[in-house]
């Protein structure tokens, strides 16, 4: 089965910076594009930053600038570099891969999340 396993969330205080790392595990064809998500308490699920297949990259604009989305060294892999982080950036950082397709045929999957705290 595939999944997609996020790591390096944490806390760190305003103006710091985290790199989020996402691996897509398990017998993979092919991903259409990968991204990060964010979910802060009380709002809706909205898109961080983007990365297709062909190395296109789209970011929110509350985060241009600041963030940078990556291939990882590994395959099937995506980084978020987070510098200059704000206490308004706290949430739970989701890893989203679209069209993946496996023996299992195409979908999209989501990761558990990690957690991101910014505060003093």
């Known amino acids: 089965q595939v999944q997609l396993v996020e790591s390096g969330g944490g806390l760190v205080q305003p103006g710091g910076s985290l790199r989020l790392s996402c691996a897509a595990s398990g017998i993979i064809f092919s991903i259409n594009a990968m991204g990060w998500y964010r979910q802060a308490p009380g709002k809706q699920r909205e898109m961080v930053a983007v990365i297709t297949s062909g190395g296109s990259t789209n970011y929110a604009d509350s985060v241009r600038g600041r963030f940078t989305i990556s291939r990882g060294n590994a395959k099937n892999t995506v980084d978020l570099q987070m510098n200059s982080l704000k206490p308004e950036d706290t949430a739970v950082y989701y890893c989203?891969?679209?069209?993946?397709?496996?023996?299992?045929?195409?979908?999209?999957?989501w990761g558990q999340g990690t957690q991101v705290t910014v505060s003093s």
């Open positions: 989203n891969a679209v069209g993946i397709r496996s023996p299992y045929g195409m979908r999209d999957y």
